[in-house]
């Protein structure tokens, strides 16, 4: 069966302080990734999404950065963090195409003070 | 652009009173309707896929129905343990990857 993992859990950061949050999926090949973020009273928002190695797709422009080192890894940075970056963050990931479930990960829960 | 809209906001139910949640959206070209459940804190955990009108879908005391315009999640006999966020996500034809989630229906079943 699949597993995928997040971590840290938990994270607080100050502002312009750098970030990098992990995401590993287990148990299946070529995988589609996603980055989401949750704000509280918001639905979820699309950050990134990644078809394989190296090939990173962008749907929200921010101070956020993404890379796909590994084909299961999933890679979510920031140089500076803002306060707005503060949310749930959640890695998801799908098999390959279009129209298929995503399968989400227990999240990380940033807060920037 | 896919929007989708889910209500109510919130629903309190009695233990064993069935009730519904609606998601109605709007897309080109429906790939895929997407219901999950999410407790606080954690993340969403999927339930169904219904991809054409008339579809439906069970999994014990949770039933999915689809129309060409919005989508029903049947409660049946509910639990406390029942009690989560139901989020709705549909993918379009011109979406590409992305799934359009509503912002959810938070539901509260008392003993």
């Known amino acids: 069966s699949q597993t995928i993992h997040q971590w840290p859990a938990t994270l607080v950061q100050p502002v312009g302080s750098p970030l990098s949050l992990e995401c590993t999926v287990e148990?299946?090949?070529?995988?589609?990734l996603y980055w989401y973020r949750q704000a509280a009273g918001r639905g979820l928002q699309l950050l990134f999404y990644s078809v394989g190695i190296g090939q990173i797709s962008s749907e929200v422009p921010q101070n956020l950065s993404a890379s796909r080192p590994q084909d299961r890894q999933f890679i979510l940075s920031s140089k500076k963090l803002l306060l707005s970056d503060s949310g749930f963050y959640l890695c998801a990931w799908s098999r390959i195409g279009t129209g298929n479930e995503q399968y989400f990960g227990p999240g990380t829960r940033l807060t920037v003070t | 652009e896919d929007q989708v809209t889910q209500s109510p906001e919130a629903l309190r139910l009695q233990e064993g009173e069935s009730s519904s949640l609606n998601c109605s959206y709007t897309v080109s070209g429906l790939r895929g309707l997407f219901w999950y459940r999410q407790d606080p804190g954690k993340g969403p955990e999927f339930l169904f896929t219904l991809y054409s009108a008339g579809e439906e879908k069970e999994k014990e005391r949770l039933k999915a129905t689809l129309t060409k315009k919005e989508s029903f999640l049947h409660i049946t006999a509910p639990k406390p343990e029942d009690s989560a966020t139901y989020l709705c996500a549909v993918g379009g034809s011109n979406s590409g990857y992305a799934l359009n989630f509503g912002k959810g229906t938070s539901l509260l079943v008392t003993p």
């Open positions: 148990g299946t090949s070529n995988p589609n």
